[in-house]
C-alpha cells in the first residue's frame, strides 16, 4: 500500500525551513528520501533503517518513527536549489537473496522555495 | 563515469505496437529496477532483478516483460502498446547491500497514441 505523505505542497522563503511527512498502514523495514526536479530523475536524499542506522546527505536530516510507521525530513535554512518534489519510498521487506529495495513511493510532496 | 544510462528518451508509439526500452548500468550494480511515472503521481515498480538470470514482478507487470542476460543490461518489453502505458519510465540499479542507494537514469518519455 502506498505511504502518505503530507504537505501535498509547501512555498517557503528561501532561509525558511520545512518539514515533510510520510505515514505507512505497514510495518517498514526502511524509509528512502527522494527529490525529483521537473523533468529530472530521481536523486537520493537519505536512507533510514529499522534500528536506527541512517545514510544521507549533510545538510538535511530525517527521522523514521518505526512503532509508528513514519518518517519525516528536515529541510533547514532552505535554498533555491531545494525546489522540487519529495518523494518517500518504504520498504516492508529487504529483500532476502542478499540486499535490494522492492520500494513503494508516495506521491511526492511539491516544495518550492522563493527569493 | 556513466551511471545508469536509459535509450531512447522519447517515443510515440502507435496503439499495438511493441517496442523495447533499454538500460545499461556500469557500476557493477547486482540490482536492478523499472519503474513508471505517471503525471504528478510516485513512481511505481514493473520489474526488478537481482542478477543475471534471475527476475521477479513488481506492482505493476501486467503487458511488460524483462530479462537480464548480463549484469550490465535490463531490457523492458512493450508488447502491444496501450494508451494506459503513456508514462515516463525509469530505471535504476543497486548495489546489494543493507544502506542501498537506487541510482536513476533520466528516463524514457513514452506516448501511445
Known amino acids: 500500500q502506498q505511504p502518505v505523505q503530507s504537505p501535498q505542497a509547501v512555498i517557503l522563503r528561501e532561509g525558511e525551513d520545512a518539514v515533510i511527512n510520510c505515514s505507512s498502514s505497514?510495518?517498514?523495514?526502511?524509509v528512502h528520501w527522494y527529490r525529483q526536479k521537473h523533468g529530472e530523475a530521481p536523486v537520493f536524499l537519505m536512507i533510514?533503517?529499522?534500528?536506527?542506522e541512517q545514510k544521507g546527505h549533510d545538510k538535511i536530516s530525517a527521522s523514521f518513527n518505526e512503532k509508528k510507521q513514519q518518517s519525516s525530513l528536515y529541510l533547514t535554512a532552505s535554498q533555491l536549489s531545494y525546489s522540487g518534489t519529495y518523494f518517500c519510498?518504504?520498504?516492508?521487506?529487504?529483500?532476502?537473496?542478499?540486499?535490494?529495495?522492492?520500494?513503494?513511493f508516495g506521491t511526492g510532496t511539491q516544495l518550492k522555495v522563493e527569493l | 563515469n556513466a551511471g545508469v544510462t536509459q535509450t531512447p528518451k522519447f517515443r510515440i508509439l502507435k496503439i499495438g505496437q511493441s517496442m523495447t526500452l533499454q538500460c545499461a548500468q556500469d557500476?557493477?550494480?547486482?540490482?536492478m529496477y523499472w519503474y513508471r511515472q505517471d503525471p504528478g503521481m510516485g513512481l511505481k515498480l514493473i520489474y526488478y532483478?537481482?542478477?543475471?538470470?534471475?527476475?521477479d514482478k513488481g506492482e505493476v507487470p501486467n503487458g511488460y516483460n524483462v530479462s537480464r542476460s548480463t549484469t550490465e543490461d535490463f531490457p523492458l518489453r512493450l508488447e502491444l502498446a496501450a494508451p494506459s502505458q503513456t508514462s515516463v519510465y525509469f530505471c535504476?540499479?543497486?548495489?546489494?547491500?543493507?544502506?542501498?542507494?537506487?541510482?536513476f537514469g533520466a528516463g524514457t518519455r513514452l506516448s501511445v497514441l
Open positions: 535504476a540499479s543497486s548495489l546489494g547491500t543493507e544502506l542501498v542507494i537506487q541510482y
Open positions: 505497514k510495518a517498514l523495514y526502511s
Open positions: 533510514l533503517l529499522k534500528g536506527g
Open positions: 519510498g518504504t520498504d516492508t521487506d529487504f529483500i532476502l537473496t542478499g540486499g535490494g529495495n522492492k520500494l513503494t
Open positions: 557500476m557493477n550494480h547486482n540490482y
Open positions: 532483478s537481482v542478477g543475471a538470470g534471475i527476475t
